[in-house]
């Protein structure tokens, strides 16, 4: 199970990415943005920071990067591919999944442990969860804000397209409390929170059991594994 | 140096968290009278030869497809400078 993870110029999080496909049971595959080649992965992460230092808008310089024309052709075709943080922004200046993500409404970068429900357990990255269960992982971003016009918030919720919703506590203004998406396939999922942050026992969040024993976000990763055994 | 500039701002009905933050420290400033801030983009493309209408019909889809995101944002107008 080769799971590739992109390195754009800023991106923080490939190593903590590649150490949770590790963690999860599978190959980590770096990948970077100037090759096109996709090693022949079985699946694509795009991993959180600051690509291309945010320039112009959050990802859009990367989504015009040589291994992005890849990974949109590979991901038409079906490739399973994961957007965290940046990694969403960049889907969504892609045109992988629809709407932008905007300054947050507090206007300020928000870091925290955040509780999401799991509301689409039809792809290959959330297989394993069930559905509507409850999460907490990290979240940590300052452009976190998910809008799109209404027309395309309804059809997200008509055809169950949300794939993670903020609950109790919305950080950052997100319409509709939407945290991240899927695509109409299924393939494709994109989301702020960082799963990749709460992989390993010491450094999680905190549960009630024992502080910073959170693993929720091994659980996507651990999906995506099961998902390309059973493909 | 010819160039063609493009103009982008946040769409209208979207808040810009930047404009909120600069007008509010122009009222506590006392300038009372500014009652909205809001904060865009000037992008120049520069030329080494005259700008064409070609160029400006470049520029104008680059702006729309690249150098704005149509959901947040608008090209509010591309301009030449020769």
């Known amino acids: 199970m080769r799971i590739g993870v992109v390195t754009f110029p800023g991106t923080l999080d490939d190593r903590d ?22 090693h022949k992965v079985d699946a694509v992460v795009l991993p959180g920071g600051f690509s291309f230092g945010d320039y112009l808008r959050c990802g859009a310089i990367a989504a015009q990067a040589p291994v992005m024309e890849s990974i949109i052709k590979a991901a038409n075709g079906g490739l399973p591919v994961l957007g965290i ?55 940590k971003n300052g452009e976190g804000g998910y809008i799109a ?51 390993e026992a010491g450094f999680g969040p905190d549960t009630s059991v024992a502080m910073r024993s959170g693993l929720d976000g091994l659980t996507i990763f651990k999906s995506v594994l099961n998902s390309v055994v059973n493909a | 140096m010819p160039k063609i500039i493009v103009e982008v701002m946040p769409k209208a009905d979207l808040l ?21 801030v809001r904060i865009g983009k000037r992008i120049e493309l520069h030329f080494d030869r005259a700008v064409t209408d070609a160029d400006v019909a470049a520029a104008q889809k680059i702006g729309e497809e690249f150098l704005s995101n149509a959901v947040i944002e608008d090209v509010v107008s591309v301009t030449v400078e020769n």
Not at chain 1, 17 to 29: N, S, Y
Not at chain 1, 157 to 183: C, H, M, Q, T
Request: glycine share 8%; hydrophobic share 40%; aromatic share 6%.
């Open chain 1, 149 to 199: 016009d209404a027309e395309t918030l309804k059809r997200l919720e008509g055809e169950g397209l949300v794939a993670f919703r903020y609950k109790d506590f919305n950080p950052n203004g997100s319409l509709n409390d939407i945290a991240g998406l899927r695509n109409e396939r299924g393939n494709v999922v994109g989301l702020m929170p960082h799963p990749e942050h709460a992989v």
């Open chain 1, 17 to 38: 990415a590649q150490r949770a496909v590790r963690i999860a049971g599978g190959e980590a595959v770096a990948l970077w943005h100037a090759d096109e080649n996709l």
């Open chain 2, 16 to 36: 810009d968290p930047a404009g909120k933050a600069v007008n509010s420290a122009l009222h506590r400033n006392g300038h009372n009278e500014i009652s909205n």
């Open chain 1, 85 to 139: 943080c940046n990694g969403f922004q960049v889907l969504v200046e892609s045109h992988l999944l629809p709407g932008g993500l905007i300054r947050n409404d507090v206007q300020t970068f928000v870091c925290r442990d955040q509780k999401l429900v799991v509301e689409n357990v039809d792809t290959p990255w959330t297989n394993q969860f069930k559905l509507n269960q409850e999460i907490t992982i990290p979240l």
